[in-house]
């Protein structure tokens, strides 16, 4: 004789699925959606340089491109804006006076600077040329006093710096027309590679120090239309409001 089939087992078991479906998709609708992925930030664009600061070096490159060559020099860069030449001129020991073969150099020189201020006559306010003298720290031993051996390389140095400031204002670039200067630093202000050195040769050097002035660069009106700089702030200034008139 044929056994029943029992289908409550199936039926029951259908139901459960059925169950936990239905549930399941409530659970999925009543969920809150995920958030949104925050955009990512949009990189920082560099801001452009100060038109001051990139015309003050485009200044002092011109006229160090005039000195550089017949000077002889080697160019050294500062942490600031001047651009300094160092200059080895072959002095006598103890001696300020130039030789004929670097007096030559400085009549070029001189020459070349004073055909860069008649094309562009505004350079020749906007930058300074100071001409530094320094030596070594040795002192002579036959000074008179303990006065003249500390201030001998004081003098040394300025002599030297004034010799050469001599040489430029005779062929038209003097200081009461142009912004140049003599200074002596004796030796106050060694170059990194002499290591404290007392007698290190690269010491005994004339440096020219190309300084471009700011302050007047920034009175330029061409400043206010340049693209590739940031202008000064009196470029950017807003229109007077009109509807007080």
């Keep these: 004789m ?41 990189p920082a664009s560099v ?4 038109c001051v600061d990139v015309v003050a070096r485009e200044v002092a490159n011109a006229v160090r491109r005039r000195l550089e060559r017949p000077l002889e020099g080697k160019v050294r860069e500062t942490h600031g804006d001047d651009v300094c030449i160092d200059v080895y001129f072959n002095f006598e020991l103890n001696e300020d006076e130039i030789r004929p073969e670097d007096r030559e150099k400085l009549q070029q020189a001189c020459q070349a600077l004073k055909t860069l201020f ?10 300074e040329i100071w001409i530094e003298g320094h030596t070594d720290a ?12 500390a201030l001998y390389n004081w003098r040394l140095s300025s002599n030297r710096a004034v010799s050469v400031l001599y040489e430029f ?9 142009h912004r140049i200067r003599a200074v002596g630093y004796a030796d106050t202000v060694p170059l990194p590679k002499c290591g404290g050195k007392t007698d290190c040769q690269e010491n005994r ?21 340049r693209k590739d700089c940031e202008p000064p702030s009196r470029c950017r200034s807003e229109p007077a409001d009109q509807s007080s008139k």
Excluded: Y
Aim: net charge positive; hydrophobic share 35%; aromatic share 4%.
């Design 2 to 42: 044929r056994s029943r089939v029992d289908v409550w087992p199936s039926l029951t078991d259908l139901f459960s699925a059925l169950l936990v479906a239905t549930f399941g998709g409530l659970i999925m609708i009543t969920r809150p959606p995920a958030p949104a992925p925050e955009p990512a930030p949009a």
């Design 47 to 50: 801001a452009p340089p100060p």
């Design 118 to 127: 008649q094309d562009e006559p505004h350079l020749k306010q906007e930058v």
């Design 138 to 149: 040795t002192q002579p031993e036959n000074a008179a006093t303990p006065r003249d051996r």
């Design 169 to 177: 204002s005779q062929c038209g670039v003097e200081p009461k027309s």
């Design 205 to 225: 050097r004339t440096t020219f120090r190309i300084r471009p002035d700011k302050a007047v660069i920034a009175g330029r009106s061409e400043l206010c239309t």
